[in-house]
C-alpha cells in the first residue's frame, strides 16, 4: 500500500503529527502521544539541546499486492517536536509504550521541584 | 496567476493543481503536515485505510489506545460496522495543568460499505501497535475463473 501512496502523490509524503495529550504535575510533565501502527523498535524519541523529538515510520506489515482503494493515513512517518523548558530533566525521561500510545514522563529538575526554605531562628 | 490555471476541458485536474498549490503555500517546506487532523475529527476516529487484492479486501483502522475486547466489530446487509469507546484516561495523580488535549477520547463508529463478493462469514480481526486489521476474504465462487469447454473439435 505505500507503493501506491508515493505513486500518487507528486511531491515526498509529509510526515503525519501525532495529536498529543499534555498535563502537568508536581513533579514534571506527561506527554501521551498517539502513534498507531508504529512498531516499538523502529520508534526514536530524541532531546537535542531542549528540542524533543518524536519520529517513527509507520509499518503496517501489509502485503505487497494490495492495492489502496481508500486512505485517510497517507504518510508513512510521525514526526512532531516540542521544545522542553529548562526546568525539566531531560536526561531522565522515561518512555513507554502500549497499545499504539506512547507515554513520556519527564520530570522537572531537582533543583525546579518547589520546596520549602526552612527558616534558622536563633 | 498561477501558470496552471489555463482555461481547460478538465476542470477537475484543474481543481486539483489549485488544491496542491494552496496545501503547499498552507503546509510550507519545515512546518509537518496536518494531514492527521484535516479529516473532520468527531466523525473520523479511527482513520481507516482499505486496501484490496485478488483474494480479500483489507481494512486498517487506526485506533491506538482501545482495548481489543472494546471493539465491536459487526457486519450485516454488506455494510461492516467498526464501533467501541476509547474511555478517559484514569489519573493516579490530579493533573495540576492540562497543556494539550489532541487526543480522541469517547466513543466511535465508523462503517464500510463491503463489495458484493465479500464473504461475510470469514471475516477476520487482529489488532496490534494501536492498528486493527479486518481481513474480509472475496467468495471464492466470485472469484474471475475460466471454464474449459468441453466437446470435440
Not at chain 2, 111 to 132: I, K, M, Q, S
Request: charge should be negative; glycine fraction near 6%; hydrophobic fraction near 40%.
Amino acid at each position: 500500500m505505500s507503493q501506491s501512496i508515493e505513486q500518487t502523490s507528486h511531491r515526498p509524503a509529509a510526515a503525519l503529527l501525532p495529536p498529543v495529550d499534555i498535563v502537568e504535575d508536581s513533579s514534571g510533565i506527561t506527554v501521551f502521544a498517539d502513534l498507531p501502527g508504529v512498531e516499538p523498535k523502529d520508534l526514536s524519541v530524541d532531546v537535542d539541546g531542549r528540542t524533543l523529538t518524536i519520529e517513527a515510520p509507520l509499518t503496517l506489515g501489509e502485503a505487497k499486492e494490495l492495492m489502496s482503494v481508500y486512505a485517510e493515513v497517507r504518510s508513512n512517518c510521525y514526526r512532531r517536536s516540542f521544545e522542553l523548558s529548562s526546568e525539566l530533566d531531560t536526561m531522565n525521561i522515561v518512555a513507554d509504550w502500549k497499545e499504539g500510545v506512547l507515554t513520556l514522563r519527564i520530570p522537572r529538575a531537582e533543583h525546579a521541584k518547589p520546596r520549602k526554605v526552612e527558616v534558622r531562628t536563633g | 496567476m498561477y501558470p496552471s490555471m489555463r482555461a481547460s476541458s478538465d476542470l477537475f485536474a484543474n481543481l486539483e493543481q489549485f488544491q496542491d498549490r494552496l496545501d503547499e503555500l498552507l503546509a510550507g517546506r519545515s512546518a509537518p503536515s496536518s494531514s492527521i487532523r484535516a479529516v473532520g475529527r468527531a466523525s473520523a476516529f479511527p482513520f481507516l485505510n482499505v486496501g484490496t487484492s485478488a483474494d480479500a479486501l483489507e481494512i486498517y483502522a487506526f485506533a491506538p489506545g482501545v482495548a481489543p475486547a472494546e471493539i465491536e466489530i459487526t457486519v450485516e446487509k454488506g455494510l461492516l460496522t467498526i464501533a467501541g469507546e476509547r474511555s478517559k484516561r484514569s489519573n493516579e495523580e490530579k493533573p495540576v495543568a492540562t497543556y494539550a488535549q489532541e487526543r480522541f477520547r469517547g466513543p466511535f463508529r465508523r462503517v464500510v460499505t463491503l463489495p458484493d463478493d465479500a464473504d461475510a462469514g470469514r471475516v477476520e480481526a487482529n489488532y496490534g501497535n494501536g492498528v486493527l486489521r479486518i481481513l474480509v476474504p472475496k467468495r471464492e465462487s466470485a472469484k474471475a475463473r475460466r471454464i474449459a469447454v468441453s466437446g470435440q473439435a
